[in-house]
């Protein structure tokens, strides 16, 4: 999670401001709200969350992996918001996108308790792990106080459409700009693996491997590294090539 948390003291004004929209709530309603919302987040999961949702999550599809290393029990296990794609850090940021996406179900929840009283108390079970969950709602429900409820959501609409096509948009030129690095890391590779194999004719992939394992080649792009098996595969060929290379320059 990318949220920071907030002091008590910084909590405090917060805090009074979802109390003041909980408090004609009783404990038993928002109880069942909460589970309400819950089976709300599971139900959308499984019905329009997929692996290449939750990759981007979780950042894991940058380099061209996209839900490859995602198994059915890591998707399975995961949080809705997990599963919600790029920018989603908790079930209050999926609560907006469901209400900016007009998801029927929330939608009905959202028409018959309101927003105020439906995002009040997510942000209410969340301030203490995501600061910004609870400073967006409250920045939300302080705005619903003085306009017109039709109003804001219009303009709300609108700016959390521009936010989602801004992250979008980031997202799929941080993708193309790795992508390109882990190709040129890939052909930088081979061209070193082709090289040492030209040097050294008898040498086996294993040994190759070894030697490149040692090398920037190794470290991927956007961090961590590429395991032996997978250089293994990215160089495989290269040593008949060499070898051809080789017997092609003494035959001129």
Excluded at 74 to 92: D, K, L
Excluded at 178 to 203: H, V, W
Aim: charged letters at 25%.
């Amino acid at each position: 999670m990318f949220g920071t948390t907030l002091q008590d003291f910084q909590l405090q004004p917060l805090r009074s401001v979802l109390d003041f929209e909980l408090r004609t709530i009783p404990p038993v309603a928002q109880e069942n709200l909460w589970k309400a919302l819950e089976l709300t987040f599971s139900r959308w999961k499984g019905e329009c969350a997929t692996k290449d949702m939750y990759a981007a999550n979780t950042l894991s599809n940058l380099l061209g992996n996209s839900n490859s290393l995602v198994s059915d029990e890591v998707f399975a296990n995961a949080e809705p918001w997990q599963c919600a794609g790029f920018g989603i850090e908790c079930r209050t940021e999926l609560a907006f996108k469901l209400w900016i996406d007009n998801y029927p179900v929330f939608k009905e929840i959202v028409d018959t308790v309101g927003v105020p009283h439906v995002f009040a108390l997510l942000a209410s079970r969340e301030h203490a792990i995501h600061a910004p969950a609870i400073i967006r709602t409250v920045g939300m429900l302080a705005e619903l106080r003085y306009n017109a409820f039709g109003f804001y959501f219009e303009k709300a609409n609108r700016k959390e459409q521009e936010k989602l096509r801004v992250l979008a948009e980031g997202r799929k030129k941080g993708t193309i700009a790795l992508k390109a690095k882990a190709e040129q890391t890939i052909r930088g590779m081979r061209d070193f693996a082709r090289s040492y194999f030209m040097q050294n004719p008898t040498a086996t992939y294993d040994e190759a491997v070894s030697v490149l394992l040692t090398k920037p080649y190794a470290t991927k792009p956007g961090g961590g590294r590429y395991s032996a098996r997978r250089i293994h595969d990215v160089i495989s060929g290269v040593k008949q090539e060499a070898l051809i290379a080789i017997r092609n320059a003494v035959k001129s």
